[in-house]
């Protein structure tokens, strides 16, 4: 089954991009690349998604190797209420999204 | 246009009673999904409702386990003797299925219902 892989925690200055990486190296050709954040408490947010080529949209950017075996959600600015659990997960059979324990990314003023 | 809903938003039991969790999907969602999540750990897929299809239950851990969904609206999960073990926050999702296009299907969240069993 594809899997992925992240850190379990990183930090982020304030203002700085946090670059969060992810590896899905037995990812399949027609799965795609999904990312969430869950802050504390809240149920998890969507963040963008992709297949092959980048993405960007006003939440973050996306940028898929071009094996797609790994990929990095980049949050251009962060701040102080980016402080979240960010899931990267790869789309399995069927309709099914299997959520990893994610990188605990905190932001520091 | 609201979200998804969950009620209740807390719920304590007492071990060996049983619990009903619901979910009210976005309107015109075809697609719901139950997840659990323990303390500490990521999401864990329960059950999986798309249209008039037979569920997906292949994520539920136990025969005291079930949803129920009428049509395209709203979601039941029950519990049935709860178990210290069942203590976790509930998240429900929906999502618009676009035919041909599922695989680039976003899910929403709700809150979730945070289970404490005594």
């Known amino acids: 089954d594809a899997k992925t892989t992240q850190p379990p925690s990183m930090d982020c200055a304030e203002g700085r991009a946090a670059n969060l990486p992810c590896n899905h190296s037995?990812?399949?050709?027609?799965?795609?690349v999904y990312w969430y954040r869950q802050i504390h408490s809240q149920g998890p947010q969507y963040i963008i998604h992709?297949?092959?080529n980048n993405e960007t949209n006003e939440m973050a950017s996306l940028i898929i190797t071009e094996d797609r075996k790994s990929s990095t959600l980049i949050l251009p600015h962060a701040t102080l209420r980016d402080t979240a659990v960010y899931y990267c997960?790869?789309?399995?059979?069927?309709?099914?999204?299997?959520f990893g324990t994610g990188t605990s990314l905190t932001v520091i003023p | 246009g609201a979200g998804v809903s969950q009620s209740p938003s807390n719920k304590v039991t007492e071990k060996g009673k049983d619990v009903e969790l619901r979910c009210d999907p976005i309107?015109?969602?075809?697609?719901l999904y139950w997840y659990r999540q323990r303390l500490g750990q990521g999401l864990e897929f329960l059950i999986y409702?798309?249209?008039?299809?037979?569920?997906?239950k292949s994520g539920l851990p136990s025969d005291r386990f079930s949803a129920e969904r009428t049509g395209e609206s709203v979601s039941t999960l029950t519990i049935q003797r709860t178990q210290q073990e069942d203590s976790a926050v509930y998240l429900c999702?929906?999502?618009?299925?676009?035919?041909?296009?599922?695989?680039?299907?976003?899910?929403?969240f709700g809150p979730g219902t945070r289970l404490l069993v005594l």
């Open positions: 992709g297949l092959k």
């Open positions: 999702a929906s999502s618009l299925v676009v035919l041909g296009s599922w695989l680039s299907e976003t899910q929403y």
């Open positions: 997960i790869v789309r399995k059979y069927g309709n099914q999204f299997y």
């Open positions: 409702f798309q249209g008039n299809s037979a569920p997906d």
């Open positions: 037995t990812i399949s050709g027609n799965e795609y």
């Open positions: 309107s015109g969602h075809t697609a």
